[in-house]
T-cell receptor
């Protein structure tokens, strides 16, 4: 049971390049989400999904796309990287429903856009 | 809009001291409150989860309390050790903003704890 895994751990992009941050979980969790963490701003929700085929926007979705074709995977795509997207990105997962469940976080991807 | 505040932003204590970290939130409509630990350059490790109907949770030297009506939670660390040095984050799980919208976590900015040997 690996929990939540993220790849890559580090990435440097040039402005305008695109890339996909990978996230996978092996706990059969319905709910998955992406956060970014910036100094002085805390963690902010980018996008989330409550199941395969269902995604929605969080607080800071601009410049990012997501899709959820399987329960296990929830990739985050940067369409045209900008320096403002330099951040640490965390993927999280949990069960979802009427009860309230604990969220589990991946180790993060540190992205630098030059 | 839910806001979560953690005070103090940084705390330095000698080893062996008992300490309390504070978390406050503005809207009592929460599903749960979760305390996390984050080491430098690392991800978030869940420490304790308190459901909205609960008053406290304990794990080893950690005890977290929740007073939903006043919008406050505390994390008590007994007999602190240098290995406890990290940033501690609290987060509340809240309903979605619109009908059919999904619940999410709202985070505080954390308290950076340093325990000196």
């Amino acid at each position: 049971n690996a929990g939540v895994t993220q790849t890559p751990k580090f990435q440097v992009l040039k402005t305008g390049q695109s890339m996909t941050l990978q996230c996978a979980q092996d706990m059969n969790h319905e709910y998955m989400s992406w956060y970014r963490q910036d100094p002085g701003m805390g963690l902010r929700l980018i996008h989330y999904s409550v199941g395969a085929g269902i995604t929605d926007q969080g607080e800071v979705p601009n410049g990012y796309n997501v899709s959820r074709s399987t329960t296990e995977d929830f990739p985050l795509r940067l369409l045209s990287a900008a320096p403002s997207q330099t951040s640490v990105y965390f993927c999280a997962s949990s069960r979802f429903g009427q009860m309230s469940y604990e969220q589990y976080f991946g180790p993060g991807t540190r992205l630098t856009v030059t | 809009k839910q806001e979560v505040t953690q005070i103090p932003a940084a705390l330095s204590v000698p080893e062996g001291e008992n300490l309390v970290l504070n978390c406050s939130f503005t809207d009592s409509a929460i599903y749960n409150l979760q305390w996390f630990r984050q080491d430098p350059g690392k991800g978030l490790t869940s420490l304790l989860l308190i459901q909205s109907s609960q008053r406290e949770q304990t794990s080893g030297r950690l005890n977290a309390s929740l007073d939903k009506s006043s919008g406050r939670s505390t994390l008590y660390i007994a007999a602190s050790q240098p290995g406890d040095s990290a940033t501690y984050l609290c987060a509340v799980r809240v309903p979605g903003a619109s009908q059919g919208g999904s619940e999410k976590l709202v985070f505080g900015k954390g308290t950076k704890l340093t325990v000196n040997p």
